[in-house]
């Protein structure tokens, strides 16, 4: 009895035992954004334990990140919000010796996100898309007619037409940088603007129909619309299309359809990074060169239908997606999406601030 106790005691404290205690890996990523059995893949393979935690918003991520000692090793920042923790000193130089696969990822895609990230350094680019219009076809059509502008942002931002929408339910994202910027960008102004009375203008638009809107949530909307609970939702690619999706694998009837406005949308890019202070940066690369093999990353976007940077993952993603325009849009679409623009911490909190009072009212 005393002698197992001491073999106990003894494998307990071999190296080996607590390398496989320090195989833990936090990763902080947004919520339906992997594949089901990503993670579970990773675990296996190489002998981790991964803790998977999910938000929908940037702000939420980034005021973890800013408090210090946030214990996670990989998080997924939107590209504006990355730059303006790169220059925080926030993040960690990614070592490209160990993330080989980096040589899978498009350069052009690259060479785009390199404007929030100089030369890469901290991020690699984990899925891409654009902030346009889900929406319920038959009910829209049922309230505005066979030319309901389904193509515009007038479908939201138009109180007239919102107003008719109601009923059924619109709903916005609560991400003050991509809304108020969207609703510029209808009034005809530049949605990179940071001068203020333009952001002002945008927020007062989303104020006009502020009545009309049943919630500002970022991700809500995706059951529910599947579901048929709301009509016209302004969100993500892919979270529109995992709507789309779910009510056709339900067979309720429901039809959804993504649209990317004529007058231009956001086109972003969201970025795997480590925390400065990461408890376990070897395996964090180690998970990002994961995820840039083609097949876990056509997995992925096979599964949230978003699109991807992985050039040699793309022959491994479904015809269905690559060849759809709502997730990788055409030539003709891509000119009218611009790129998020940063701001700095005083526009930041001018926005924050105008995004409080169209929530409130106040
Ligand atoms: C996934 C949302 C990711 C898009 N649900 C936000 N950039």
Request: proline share 4%; net charge negative.
């Amino acid at each position: 009895m005393r002698k197992m106790t001491a073999i106990a005691v003894l494998l307990a404290s071999t190296p080996l035992a607590a390398g496989a205690q320090d195989r833990v890996l936090n990763i902080y990523n947004w919520s339906d954004y992997i594949a089901e059995d990503t993670i579970e893949k990773f675990e296996e393979e190489f002998d981790a334990t991964v803790n998977y935690d999910v938000y929908d918003s940037n702000e939420v991520l980034e005021a973890r990140l800013f408090a210090g000692n946030s214990g996670f090793d990989i998080v997924v920042p939107t590209s504006d919000f990355l730059r303006r923790q790169v220059d925080a000193g926030i993040y960690q130089e990614l070592d490209y010796d160990l993330l080989p696969n980096a040589e899978n990822m498009d350069a052009d895609l690259m060479e785009a996100a390199s404007v929030y990230d100089a030369d890469n350094a901290h991020s690699v680019i984990y899925m891409w898309g654009t902030t346009g219009i889900g929406y319920n076809t038959a009910m829209v059509e049922e309230r505005l007619g066979a030319d309901a502008p389904t193509d515009s942002w007038a479908l939201v931002f138009d109180p007239e037409i919102a107003a008719q929408l109601a009923d059924c339910g619109i709903t916005m994202l609560d991400a003050p940088t991509e809304m108020i910027p969207a609703a510029m960008n209808y009034l005809g102004l530049d949605p990179r603007s940071t001068d203020q009375a333009d952001m002002e203008a945008g927020a007062e638009l989303i104020e006009s129909v502020r009545e009309h809107v049943r919630y500002f949530h970022s991700s809500q909307y995706i059951s529910d619309l599947a579901n048929g609970d709301v009509c016209v939702s302004v969100g993500w690619s892919g979270d529109v299309f995992q709507a789309l999706y779910r009510a056709e694998e339900a067979e309720n009837g429901v039809e959804i359809a993504y649209v990317i406005p004529e007058e231009g949308a956001l086109q972003w890019f969201d970025l795997m990074a480590i925390p400065a202070d990461a408890p376990n940066p070897e395996l964090a690369h180690e998970f990002i060169n994961f995820v840039m093999r083609p097949e876990i990353t056509a997995d992925i976007t096979n599964y949230v239908w978003y699109a991807n940077a992985n050039e040699a993952s793309l022959e491994l993603v479904d015809e269905e997606i690559t060849s759809d325009p709502g997730i990788f849009p055409t030539e003709a679409a891509s000119e009218r999406l611009w790129a998020a623009q940063v701001y700095d911490a005083r526009v930041d909190r001018t926005i924050n601030r105008l995004w409080t009072q169209v929530k409130t009212g106040q």
